[in-house]
């Protein structure tokens, strides 16, 4: 209102200034869209120097263990147990959890871990004897 009123008593000469501070206005607001636009994309990970970066392990064929399958090593990979010293530290119980919760509650873990554990120290001899006194990853 306060700009249509100014525009009709002084004439055109200073309409072309409201123009410019409009167009000024709007340019503004749209520079700040994208600004925000882009900030909400990055993200900062501060490293600090005394922090090593992480370095994953490759994932260990789990279907090596007596009594994993593929479907079972699949559902393992998936919690985060990826190579067998994940599944060695792991406990029976909280394996069992992570079965359970993918519809397998007939699988029992405790000789997966024992084996994982000596399949982890790379003792694949004590691995072998192991699993020749296993049947399905249990003791016979």
Do not use: C
């Amino acid at each position: 209102m306060f700009a249509m009123r100014y525009l009709q008593e002084d004439g055109a000469n200073v309409g072309w200034w409201l123009f410019v501070i409009l167009g000024f206005f709007l340019l503004m607001v749209i520079v700040g869209w994208l600004v925000s636009r882009r900030r909400g994309e990055q993200v900062e990970v501060p490293l600090e120097a005394h922090v090593q970066p992480r370095v994953e392990k490759p994932a260990d064929d789990l279907v090596k263990i007596e009594g994993i399958g593929p479907k079972v090593a699949k559902v393992l990979n998936e919690a985060g147990i990826t190579t067998f010293e994940a599944l060695a530290q792991a406990t029976a119980v909280d394996v069992q959890k992570v079965l359970s919760a993918a519809g397998l509650q007939m699988m029992n873990p405790e000789g997966w871990i024992e084996q994982a554990s000596l399949a982890a120290k790379s003792d694949w001899a004590g691995f072998e004897k192991l699993q020749s006194e296993l049947k399905g990853g249990r003791r016979e």
